[in-house]
């Protein structure tokens, strides 16, 4: 068995031997702004509705990432790839496109970390030589369909995070340079009874730990092995919480923890407690983490993308929103 | 590489060592009855909502499968699942129960047989020695969700198929006896045009044929090869279009080719053109396949998991309806 404890391991790592960032407005007036291929202004990207302008995004990010990694779809064997949308419509118009054999994923914002891990594990177990892994979110459709069409001007309470618009998308391979995934965790499926769905910082928090730590144990490692623990979009508060919750174990993360969607906007920004979204974890590795990794000024990192499982549906059912959390180890190219 | 083609093999083929069905009412008087574990007659199967009685039948169902294998929880790697709800919410709930690391998938009514074929991949890549897979749907959350809550009493045309009421498991592991997954061919997202959320056999058959074709061709095979040849939900109609398609190929695959749909419900029953539904082609292979198979009076099957990559949202802003197709040989124990 290639695992150990719940984490399994790469014996031939994954390379990561491209990615691409498209980015929306606000996240491209935001610190990371000199990190991404691009960024779009328009929400509507020149598309009559934000669904399709989401769809763009994702689309010409594919065919972004596919030019510099210099192949064509014939030559990717497994599309993976997931969206916030309801039944993953975004992922699914892309593989239309591409036409390239593709396994649909759900894991709200964590799929692209899903995407990866998983990705890795075909590739490691033989059964891919290259795999697109790609995924998207849009502030105007998310908070449409999950909370309130942004045109209806409800409040925003300060906890509350902003979802990234964005595609983000990578080409890993068993061949070529670049950064490697070398461990993967996934996560069980936690609830620690949040329902509000403004909050979803504090419903993913402690599944995250839990993943953090299962990952750090499994490989009989402490947070001083890592140049930065990252999570996926737990944003300020969330962040918080988590730093809470790791103080009460034998991990002080404080140094080297931090978040994709706290890193996304600067505290002049109108966006709450941070980022969210599925976008907020890929295009932050996709542009700033590569970026470090391969001028390895960063040696190795552990990325922990974290879901809110909330449905609009189950929330009006008084359900309360289970959070999940999967991680991945990626170290500098060799 | 384990592949030849699109097609991947499994150099040590993972065995289906326990299944489980629950079945709704109408699939409980159609001519499987007497194969399922448990037919549960209430559609609220005495919960509040019509989404918690998914959930109650998929959680039953994954004790069902776990008790007639004789494990805890803790023995399973991973769980793979989804459903047809948004955000997979059924799926999310029952991993919640389980707390066995958890990987969302959303395939529409080919989610079970991608399931198989990714966890067959995780068991023969060495990266797990038992994993759950598990999905379900529910003709009134389907119905309410997709097209037209039941109650409204909209017109039933006869080519509109009937979603299944039930849950289907499996347990996937690299020891123990049964039937075995030998192959699998992950599918193309497809598009032949059709507008009519109604219409779904339509705009899956194309993406059937295409995934049939490429994994005869893949493994140099011919329809005679195989005992039977079931595509998920394409139901009668659908099914009579995959028939036209194939007969212009070089493959005639009248004698073999079947449907999990069509054959769930009989003439007399109000069905339509018979049975879909991430159920459909789960509690199938759950049920009468798998027994079949068990007691050796089937040697060998094609299992095509077909989806409808249908969306509310993209059917109302003027898109067509995509469809996919994942295939799995399914063989006899040894």
Redesign the interface.
């Known amino acids: 068995?290639?695992?150990t404890g719940?984490t399994?391991y790469f014996d031939s790592a994954p390379i990561i031997i491209a990615t691409s960032a498209i980015a929306g407005k606000m996240e491209g007036q935001g610190p990371l702004k000199d990190y991404f291929d691009q960024i779009v202004n328009d929400p509507y990207y020149g598309s009559?509705?934000f669904?399709?302008a989401e769809r763009k995004l994702c689309s010409n990010n594919c065919q972004n990432v596919l030019k510099k990694a210099n192949l064509n779809p014939e030559e990717i064997?497994?599309l993976l790839a997931?969206d916030l949308?309801?039944?993953?419509?975004t992922a699914?118009?892309c593989?239309?496109e591409l036409?390239?054999?593709?396994?649909?994923?759900?894991?709200?914002c964590s799929t692209v970390i899903?995407s990866l891990a998983?990705g890795s594990?075909?590739i490691?177990?033989?059964?891919?030589?290259r795999i697109l892994s790609f995924g998207s979110s849009h502030y105007q459709t998310a908070e449409r369909q999950y909370r309130m069409p942004v045109e209806y001007g409800s409040q925003y309470p300060p906890y509350k995070q902003w979802t990234v618009t964005g595609a983000g998308a990578f080409i890993l391979s068993n061949q070529g340079t670049g950064p490697l995934i070398t461990h993967a965790?996934?996560?069980?499926?936690?609830?620690f009874g949040v329902i509000d769905p403004n909050d979803m910082g504090a419903a993913m928090a402690p599944a995250a730990v839990d993943t953090i730590i299962q990952h750090l144990n499994d490989l009989g490692r402490t947070p001083i092995d890592y140049d930065l623990i990252i999570t996926g979009d737990l944003g300020e508060e969330g962040k918080t919480m988590a730093r809470e919750l790791l103080r009460e174990t034998k991990f002080d993360l404080d140094v080297v923890l931090n978040d994709c969607g706290a890193m996304l906007y600067s505290q002049k920004q109108p966006t709450g407690s941070g980022g969210s979204g599925v976008a907020a974890s890929a295009i932050v590795l996709a542009s700033y983490l590569y970026q470090e990794l391969s001028q390895k000024k960063l040696q190795r990192i552990m990325l922990v993308g974290t879901g809110a499982?909330?449905?609009?549906?189950?929330t009006l059912?008084g359900?309360t929103i289970?959070g999940?959390a999967h991680a991945i180890t990626i170290e500098k190219p060799i």
């Open positions: 068995m290639k695992r719940k399994v009559k509705t669904e399709k064997d497994f997931g949308l309801n039944q993953i419509v699914n118009f593989a239309r036409q390239i054999p593709f396994i649909g994923l759900y894991g709200a899903e998983l594990m075909l490691d177990g033989g059964f891919a030589e965790t996934i996560g069980k499926v936690m609830d499982l909330l449905s609009p549906i189950s059912q359900e289970p999940i």
